[in-house]
């Protein structure tokens, strides 16, 4: 099997400060820190686990800043055999649909079986890239996937849906996945994997090294365009317990208690 | 200006809310930019859809077919591309739920259209439609606007308004399958029903629920201190059943369950869009976060702003001294 799996560096905003920046059309990240994006460390796993059982290679795609490289490392640590990272500030990447072309530009010079995706880039949320991809590459694909067999050919994948239910679709290879999180647990990178990985193919390239024209993938070749960012009014309702920890929990409780809410 | 198309999501002989959500937007729009709203409904045998469908919509274009029993995206981007080829809508818009996401972004693709996904809202300005959209789960929203030629398409999201009353009595016309035989490349064999735990977290009148912010599940104990000094189960964010602190069953939000107790006290969870979708109809709902921009607070009854490590114990401790 030869699989290619994507990855994305995003930044983890759930515990910071997110603020629009000065031009209205990005969000200052001076102070975010930044981590492979999650559902993306499930695929590498994933992937890595295909490779195992049926032999075979894994390599790596990324497009982004250099800073993605210890991302790449460690992918490639976990099994990964070489990688490419596309690092072009051209690219629109606030349009998945550039995103895809640029990512399938790699791949298509190549023969491959599956390319794994993460379902969703926690930053955008826009659960887009891999399914565009597929279209692009003209191959078959199933989104939101929880479980892979691969088969002569085939594979026969789980889909999850709304409410804990999933769908089993056989699909004929090449083919890509989105995978969802949960899928499998991610193993910790060995150290002697992180060593070899260091000696590892990371080719860095352009868009005119795929065979692109900035053209085909920059803003103004985007059929979509950002106005402007802007923080969501947030309408909150909720009594507001004010005090130090201690007090808060009191207040919480008496408030629980009293108010007939248990 | 040209028709809103709709396409209806159904599964498993339910018509799914998200079908009707879309349809009350597109009224909304409808009445500011004008053009008929048409609903695409593809199935096998649904025809009290589509005369349910025809209550919000001026046109259900229906195809009924055995081929389309159950939902392949394939199959429905082939008959989508032929119907939108022939009518140039000026809008498409399909559910974000697990069948547009694998949908959507192919159809866009294939026929070049300008595409924007998870939309939470539509404007209409400079003539067009104009979504908007959020970004790091909730934090910042972005307005877009569609460069060149309509038809425009997007995804929706799910549970962002409340669906109107039926007002129209559209014509159901229906035709015939562009698409004549099965697709090879991809087929579906089955549904698998959701797990079923030793606790129906559905029923719970009381839902302690936790999220990454626990981080490590040794810490759980807390948690289930809680639970038991206020007789109610534990449920959790899909990040907590992810990392395996939870079973797969306790997991609120879209691809969990849907819950509705009296009261739900949300630990450590940000507030993302899918798990709000699960909890949002509790009566009472807690919430504590260290983030005072933590979307959960926007659902929220009683915000606790602080170090979760350093409330839950105490809590904990006071409500066992209140209860006796
Ligand atoms: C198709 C799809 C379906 C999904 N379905 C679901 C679903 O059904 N249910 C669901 O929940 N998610 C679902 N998700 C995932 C969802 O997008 C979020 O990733 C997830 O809900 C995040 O979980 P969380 O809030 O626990 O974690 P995070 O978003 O990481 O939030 C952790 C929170 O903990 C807070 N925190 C950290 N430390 C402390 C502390 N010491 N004290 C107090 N607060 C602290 C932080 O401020 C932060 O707000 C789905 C995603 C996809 C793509
Ligand atoms: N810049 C990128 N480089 C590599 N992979 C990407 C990039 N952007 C998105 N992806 C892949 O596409 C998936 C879905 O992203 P999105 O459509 O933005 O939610 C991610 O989980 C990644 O696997």
Request: proline share 4%.
């Given at each position: 099997?030869?699989?290619f799996?994507c990855?994305?560096r995003?930044p983890d905003t759930s515990?910071?400060?997110v603020?629009?920046?000065?031009?209205?059309k990005?969000?200052d990240s001076?102070?975010f820190?930044?981590?492979?994006?999650?559902a993306?460390?499930y695929?590498?796993?994933e992937?890595?686990?295909?490779?195992e059982a049926?032999?075979g290679t894994?390599?790596?795609?990324c497009?982004?800043?250099q800073d993605s490289?210890?991302?790449?490392?460690?992918?490639?640590?976990?099994g990964?055999?070489?990688?490419?990272?596309?690092d072009?500030p051209?690219?629109?990447?606030l349009?998945?649909l550039?995103?895809?072309?640029?990512?399938a530009?790699?791949?298509?010079s190549?023969e491959?079986?599956?390319v794994?995706?993460?379902?969703?880039?926690?930053?955008?949320?826009g659960?887009a890239v891999?399914?565009a991809l597929a279209e692009?590459?003209?191959?078959?694909?199933?989104a939101?996937?929880?479980?892979?067999q691969?088969?002569?050919g085939?594979?026969?994948?789980?889909?999850?849906l709304?409410?804990?239910i999933?769908?089993?679709v056989?699909?004929?290879?090449?083919?890509v996945?989105?995978?969802q999180?949960?899928?499998?647990?991610?193993?910790?990178?060995?150290?002697k994997g992180?060593?070899?990985?260091?000696?590892?193919?990371?080719?860095?390239?352009k868009i005119?090294?795929?065979?692109?024209?900035?053209n085909?993938?920059?803003e103004?070749?985007s059929?979509?365009?950002?106005?402007n960012?802007?923080?969501?009014?947030?309408v909150?309702?909720a009594?507001?317990?004010e005090?130090?920890?201690e007090?808060?929990a009191?207040?919480?409780?008496t408030?629980?208690v009293k108010?007939g809410?248990? | 200006?040209?028709?809103?198309y709709?396409l209806?999501?159904?599964?498993?002989g339910?018509?799914r809310?998200?079908?009707?959500e879309?349809l009350?937007?597109a009224?909304?729009?409808?009445?500011?930019m004008?053009g008929e709203?048409v609903?695409?409904?593809?199935?096998?045998s649904v025809?009290?859809?589509?005369e349910?469908?025809?209550?919000y919509?001026?046109?259900?274009?229906?195809?009924?077919?055995p081929l389309?029993?159950?939902?392949n995206?394939?199959?429905?981007q082939?008959?989508?591309?032929?119907l939108?080829?022939q009518?140039?809508p000026?809008?498409?818009m399909?559910?974000?739920?697990?069948q547009g996401v694998?949908?959507?972004p192919?159809?866009?693709?294939?026929?070049?259209?300008?595409?924007v996904?998870?939309?939470?809202?539509l404007?209409f300005?400079d003539?067009?439609?104009q979504?908007?959209?959020?970004?790091?789960?909730g934090k910042v929203?972005a307005?877009?606007?569609?460069?060149g030629?309509?038809?425009?398409?997007i995804t929706?999201r799910?549970?962002?308004?409340?669906v109107?009353?039926p007002s129209?009595?559209?014509?159901?016309e229906?035709i015939?399958?562009?698409?004549?035989?099965?697709?090879?490349y991809?087929r579906?064999?089955?549904?698998?029903?959701?797990?079923?735990g030793?606790?129906?977290?559905?029923q719970s009148?009381?839902?302690?629920?936790?999220g990454?912010?626990?981080?490590?599940?040794?810490?759980?104990?807390?948690?289930?201190?809680?639970a038991?000094?206020v007789k109610?189960d534990?449920?959790g964010?899909r990040a907590?059943?992810?990392?395996?602190?939870?079973?797969?069953?306790?997991?609120?939000?879209t691809?969990g369950?849907?819950?509705?107790?009296k009261l739900?006290?949300?630990i450590?969870?940000?507030?993302a869009?899918?798990?709000?979708?699960g909890?949002?109809?509790?009566?009472t709902?807690?919430a504590?976060?260290?983030?005072?921009?933590?979307?959960i607070?926007?659902?929220a009854?009683?915000?606790?702003?602080?170090?979760l490590?350093?409330?839950?114990p105490?809590l904990t401790?006071?409500?066992k001294?209140?209860r006796g």
């Amino acid at each position: 099997m030869k699989t290619f799996v994507c990855i994305k560096r995003v930044p983890d905003t759930s515990e910071s400060v997110v603020k629009v920046d000065a031009s209205g059309k990005d969000v200052d990240s001076s102070k975010f820190s930044f981590d492979i994006n999650d559902a993306d460390n499930y695929a590498v796993e994933e992937a890595v686990l295909i490779k195992e059982a049926n032999g075979g290679t894994v390599q790596v795609i990324c497009a982004g800043p250099q800073d993605s490289d210890v991302m790449i490392r460690m992918a490639l640590a976990k099994g990964g055999d070489s990688a490419v990272r596309i690092d072009d500030p051209r690219i629109n990447s606030l349009d998945p649909l550039k995103v895809a072309k640029v990512l399938a530009a790699v791949i298509k010079s190549e023969e491959f079986d599956l390319v794994l995706t993460g379902c969703m880039a926690a930053d955008d949320g826009g659960m887009a890239v891999g399914v565009a991809l597929a279209e692009e590459l003209g191959v078959s694909h199933a989104a939101m996937v929880k479980k892979v067999q691969v088969e002569d050919g085939k594979v026969r994948v789980q889909r999850e849906l709304e409410g804990g239910i999933s769908e089993v679709v056989e699909i004929t290879l090449p083919a890509v996945l989105t995978i969802q999180t949960g899928i499998n647990e991610p193993r910790y990178a060995p150290i002697k994997g992180i060593r070899q990985a260091q000696k590892k193919e990371l080719k860095v390239l352009k868009i005119e090294d795929l065979g692109l024209d900035e053209n085909e993938v920059n803003e103004a070749s985007s059929l979509i365009e950002l106005q402007n960012l802007y923080m969501p009014e947030v309408v909150s309702n909720a009594e507001v317990i004010e005090g130090e920890p201690e007090e808060k929990a009191e207040i919480m409780a008496t408030k629980l208690v009293k108010g007939g809410l248990l | 200006m040209g028709a809103i198309y709709v396409l209806a999501e159904h599964r498993q002989g339910v018509l799914r809310d998200i079908t009707l959500e879309m349809l009350t937007k597109a009224s909304q729009l409808s009445e500011k930019m004008g053009g008929e709203i048409v609903t695409v409904l593809i199935g096998s045998s649904v025809d009290s859809f589509a005369e349910k469908l025809a209550g919000y919509s001026d046109k259900v274009l229906y195809v009924d077919d055995p081929l389309f029993a159950d939902y392949n995206s394939d199959k429905y981007q082939k008959v989508l591309v032929e119907l939108i080829n022939q009518d140039k809508p000026e809008l498409v818009m399909i559910g974000h739920t697990t069948q547009g996401v694998d949908l959507a972004p192919a159809l866009a693709v294939e026929m070049k259209l300008p595409f924007v996904t998870d939309v939470i809202d539509l404007e209409f300005a400079d003539g067009k439609p104009q979504p908007v959209r959020s970004y790091y789960s909730g934090k910042v929203n972005a307005n877009f606007a569609f460069k060149g030629e309509a038809p425009y398409l997007i995804t929706f999201r799910e549970s962002t308004l409340e669906v109107a009353e039926p007002s129209k009595q559209g014509k159901v016309e229906k035709i015939e399958s562009p698409l004549k035989e099965e697709l090879d490349y991809r087929r579906f064999i089955e549904y698998v029903e959701a797990e079923v735990g030793d606790v129906d977290i559905t029923q719970s009148e009381i839902l302690i629920a936790v999220g990454r912010g626990l981080r490590e599940e040794k810490n759980m104990a807390i948690i289930e201190d809680l639970a038991k000094a206020v007789k109610g189960d534990i449920c959790g964010s899909r990040a907590a059943t992810d990392a395996g602190w939870l079973a797969h069953d306790r997991q609120v939000g879209t691809s969990g369950k849907t819950v509705k107790p009296k009261l739900y006290i949300a630990i450590g969870i940000s507030g993302a869009f899918q798990h709000l979708a699960g909890m949002k109809g509790a009566k009472t709902i807690v919430a504590i976060n260290k983030d005072p921009d933590a979307p959960i607070f926007s659902v929220a009854d009683f915000a606790i702003v602080d170090d979760l490590f350093k409330v839950i114990p105490k809590l904990t401790e006071k409500l066992k001294e209140l209860r006796g």
